[in-house]
């Protein structure tokens, strides 16, 4: 692969900070249906997370571990190994709500069936000859990555500041969830796309790539929206509706659809670098003090931030 790049955006250093994954421990036993009290449209919003993570960072593990060949910067290599590791306890994490979400009668395997086809087949490794094809369709999905991160990292810093779901009394070890995996996004936000800039960096990808990614996110989000609320067993009539997103905005229980509209010109900018948004010092601090993460390192329980790293060494695709 050759570095094309010719756009030099500003990458603010003080940034970055190694990257390790860590050890998590969730106890999902008291988290009601509706963890926002009295919001199911806001809560089934944000559930969508647990639909789509699962499959997709487990996609981004599969296609970095792929890309680690062709990095010839140790330090942009380290931090992909160290994002390979936090990307599988991420992905993992959301997968253990499920169950949790079955308990309560809201079965989500008809829809993850249909995302797991999208990520492992769709956006899979296709029956292509090795060579150009390959290298140009390895390209493609890590400029995908890149722009899908830009919303993780967005995401992650708007949790990591949404006070409002404290005041409404959102559950703990739902908001602990969001704001460790927030924290995480906020902390590798410039991986993706310094390896993007890396191994590529044109400039019609990007925006190519970005529309391809935004327009599936926002069709997956509100059919996953949809499909909660019209399975959710306690709702006689639910129906997903943009007024009930908006008024969830407006209330801060989610983002609102200016800061949404206002990411777009951001991430299209020619001067744009993952860093100049959102606080390092901020994740971190969230990391430090978050229940799950002083639990899982304190038992070292699952042991699963280790094999995710190791999982992650060179040359592991
Ligand atoms: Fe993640
Ligand atoms: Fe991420």
């Given at each position: 692969m050759s570095n094309t790049a010719s756009l030099r955006p500003r990458s603010v250093a003080s940034e970055h900070t190694p990257l390790k994954a860590r050890n998590v421990a969730f106890d999902w036993a008291d988290t009601p249906l509706h963890w926002i009290p009295g919001d199911p449209s806001s809560t089934h919003t944000i559930n969508v997370l647990h639909l789509l993570l699962p499959a997709g960072e487990r996609w981004f593990v599969h296609v970095y571990k792929q890309v680690l060949p062709y990095i010839r910067d140790p330090e942009l290599?380290?931090?992909?190994?160290?994002?390979?590791?936090?990307?599988?306890?991420?992905?993992?994490?959301?997968?253990?709500?499920?169950?949790?979400l079955k308990e309560q009668g809201l079965d989500p395997t008809p829809y993850t069936a249909q995302v797991d086809w999208l990520f492992e087949k769709l956006l899979g490794d296709r029956t292509l000859p090795p060579g150009r094809a390959r290298?140009?369709?390895?390209?493609?999905?890590?400029?995908?990555?890149?722009?899908?991160?830009?919303?993780?990292?967005?995401?992650?810093?708007?949790?990591?500041?949404?006070?409002?779901?404290?005041?409404?009394?959102?559950?703990?070890?739902?908001?602990?969830?969001?704001?460790?995996?927030?924290?995480?996004?906020?902390?590798?936000?410039?991986?993706?796309?310094?390896?993007?800039?890396?191994?590529?960096?044109?400039?019609?990808?990007?925006?190519?790539?970005?529309?391809?990614?935004?327009?599936?996110?926002?069709?997956?989000?509100?059919?996953g929206t949809r499909f909660f609320m019209a399975n959710d067993p306690t709702l006689s009539n639910g129906k997903a509706a943009l007024k009930?997103?908006?008024?969830?905005?407006?209330?801060?229980?989610?983002?609102?659809?200016?800061?949404?509209?206002?990411?777009?010109?951001?991430?299209?900018?020619?001067?744009?670098?993952?860093?100049?948004?959102?606080?390092?010092e901020q994740a971190l601090a969230y990391l430090d003090r978050s229940p799950a993460a002083t639990r899982?390192?304190?038992?070292?329980?699952?042991?699963?931030?280790?094999?995710?790293?190791?999982?992650?060494?060179?040359?592991?695709a």
């Open positions: 290599r380290a931090d992909v190994i160290g994002f390979i590791g936090q990307e599988a306890m991420h992905s993992q994490a959301h997968d253990d709500v499920l169950p949790h290298v140009w369709w390895l390209k493609e999905r890590v400029a995908m990555i890149a722009a899908i991160e830009h919303y993780t990292a967005f995401l992650g810093d708007w949790v990591l500041n949404a006070r409002a779901l404290d005041d409404r009394g959102a559950d703990p070890t739902m908001l602990d969830l969001l704001r460790w995996h927030g924290a995480e996004e906020v902390e590798h936000r410039s991986v993706a796309f310094d390896l993007f800039l890396h191994l590529d960096g044109d400039y019609r990808r990007r925006v190519r790539t970005w529309a391809t990614a935004f327009t599936a996110l926002v069709f997956l989000w509100q059919r009930d997103f908006v008024r969830g905005g407006r209330q801060g229980m989610l983002p609102t659809t200016g800061a949404i509209a206002r990411s777009i010109p951001q991430y299209l900018s020619r001067a744009y670098h993952p860093s100049q948004h959102g606080s390092t899982g390192a304190s038992t070292g329980s699952t042991g699963a931030a280790a094999a995710a790293q190791s999982d992650a060494a060179p040359g592991g």
